[in-house]
Nanobody, 122 residues
Framework: VQLQASGGGSVQAGDSLTLSCAHS????????MGWFRQAPGKQRELVAA???????EYLDSVKGRFTISRDNAKNTVYLEMNSLKPEDTGIYYC?????????????????WGQGTQVTVSS
C-alpha cells in the first residue's frame, strides 16, 4: 500500500486548508482511513477517521471545524480543515487501516503516508 499526502502549508489563524491523500495497493473502498497529526514534542494523535461505510469520528478539539471524507472512485481521502488554530500546527499523516466496515482504533492502522506540514500562525 502506498499513501501520498498533499495540501499542507502555512496559514493564518482562521484560515482553511484541505489535505488530500491518494491511496494505492489494495481495495480502497473496503478499508477505513484516518488522519493523524504530530505536533513538536508531542505524541502522534488520531484527528479524524472514516470507515468504509463513511461513518466518521473526530478528535474533540477539531469537531465542528474538520471534516474527513473519501472518494472511492479516486482512491482518495480528504481532510477539510476550517477555522484553523495555532494548536493545529503539526505534521499530518494519512493512514490506512486493515479493518473493513467499522471505524478503526488508532492502533489498527497498518500503512502510513509520508506526512505533510501544517503551520498555523496567530
Amino acid at each position: 500500500v502506498q499513501l501520498q499526502a498533499s495540501g499542507g502549508g502555512s496559514v493564518q489563524a482562521g484560515d482553511s486548508l484541505t489535505l488530500s491523500c491518494a491511496h494505492s495497493g489494495r481495495t480502497f473502498r473496503t478499508y477505513g482511513m484516518g488522519w493523524f497529526r504530530q505536533a513538536p514534542g508531542k505524541q502522534r494523535e488520531l484527528v479524524a477517521a472514516i470507515s468504509s461505510s463513511e461513518s466518521t469520528e473526530y478528535l474533540d478539539s477539531v469537531k465542528g471545524r474538520f471534516t474527513i471524507s473519501r472518494d472511492n472512485a479516486k482512491n482518495t481521502v480528504y481532510l477539510e480543515m476550517n477555522s484553523l488554530k495555532p494548536e493545529d500546527t503539526g505534521i499530518y499523516y494519512c493512514a490506512s487501516s486493515g479493518i473493513p466496515y467499522r471505524i478503526a482504533t488508532a492502533a489498527e492502522y497498518d500503512y502510513w503516508g509520508q506526512g505533510t506540514q501544517v503551520t498555523v500562525s496567530s
